[in-house]
C-alpha cells in the first residue's frame, strides 16, 4: 500500500532551528508537496521537490532523497506565527496525492 | 484571501437534514477537488472534476453527492449523514488535474458537525 510518515507533533523555541522529516512508500512517484495549515485556515503552499537535493526559499527549506523515499522540511529563525501543522504529500504514478496526516509545530518564547 | 471561497465557514445537521457546501474558485483553474480532513488523519481525497468531468470518485458513500455545474463552481450535497461525517471539509482547484508539480489551492473548509 501507499504510506506516508511524518511525527504528530514537535515542539521547538523561537528563533531556533527545527527539521519535519517525511518518509514515503508510493507506487511511482512525480514529485513531494508541503503544504502549510494554520489552525482553521486553508492549506498553503510551501515547497514542491521531484529532483534530489536542497531547495532553499527563504527561511524554509525542503530536501528530498528518491532512493530513500525521504524529504523534510527545514525551517529556520522561527517565528510564533511558524506554528501550524505542516503536511507532506507525495505524487504517484498515477499523479494522485498520497497524504501524511500533517506535523503539528509548536513554537515557545 | 487564496482564490477559493467554501461556504459556509461552520455547518451544524441532524442526520435526517438535506445541505450543500459551496465553493468557488476565481484562478481560471480547470481541476477542482473535494477532501475531507478528520483530526489527526491524512487528507482523503473525495471527488476530483476536470473542465466539469468528475474523473475521480475513491469510494464515497452515496450520502454524498458533487456537482459541477462550471469549471468556477463545486459543490457538494449532503443528506442522512451520519455522526462519524463529521469534519472539515476542504475545496481546492488546480490549473490542471494529472499533473505532478500542479499546486494546489484551497479554501479554508467547512466544519461540519452532524449531531
Known amino acids: 500500500g501507499q504510506n506516508i510518515d511524518q511525527p504528530t507533533e514537535m515542539t521547538a523555541t523561537e528563533g531556533a532551528i527545527v527539521q519535519i522529516n517525511c518518509t514515503y512508500q508510493?507506487?511511482?512517484?512525480?514529485?513531494l508537496f508541503w503544504y502549510q495549515q494554520h489552525a482553521g485556515e486553508a492549506p498553503t503552499f510551501l515547497s514542491y521537490?521531484?529532483l534530489d537535493g536542497l531547495e532553499e526559499k527563504g527561511r524554509f527549506s525542503s530536501f528530498l532523497s528518491r532512493s530513500k523515499g525521504y524529504s523534510y522540511l527545514l525551517l529556520k529563525e522561527l517565528q510564533m506565527k511558524d506554528s501550524a501543522s505542516y503536511l507532506c504529500?507525495?505524487?504517484?504514478?498515477?499523479?494522485?496525492?498520497?497524504w501524511g496526516a500533517g506535523t503539528k509545530l509548536i513554537i515557545k518564547p | 484571501e487564496t482564490g477559493v471561497t467554501q461556504t459556509p465557514r461552520h455547518l451544524v445537521m441532524g442526520m435526517t437534514n438535506k445541505k450543500s457546501l459551496k465553493c468557488e474558485q476565481h484562478?481560471?483553474?480547470?481541476?477542482m477537488y473535494w477532501y475531507k480532513q478528520s483530526a489527526k488523519k491524512p487528507l482523503e481525497l473525495m471527488f476530483v472534476?476536470?473542465?466539469?468531468?468528475?474523473?475521480e470518485n475513491n469510494s464515497v458513500p452515496s450520502r454524498f453527492s458533487p456537482e459541477c455545474p462550471n469549471s468556477s463552481h463545486l459543490f457538494l450535497h449532503l443528506h442522512t449523514l451520519q455522526p462519524e461525517d463529521s469534519a472539515l471539509y476542504l475545496c481546492?482547484?488546480?490549473?490542471?488535474?494529472?499533473?505532478?508539480?500542479?499546486?494546489?489551492?484551497f479554501g479554508q473548509g467547512t466544519r461540519l458537525t452532524v449531531v
Open positions: 481546492a482547484s488546480s490549473q490542471e488535474e494529472g499533473r505532478g508539480d500542479a499546486e494546489a489551492f
Open positions: 484562478l481560471g483553474h480547470n481541476a
Open positions: 472534476y476536470s473542465l466539469e468531468e468528475r474523473v
Open positions: 508510493t507506487s511511482g512517484f512525480n514529485g
Open positions: 521537490n521531484v
Open positions: 504529500a507525495a505524487v504517484d504514478s498515477n499523479y494522485q496525492l498520497i
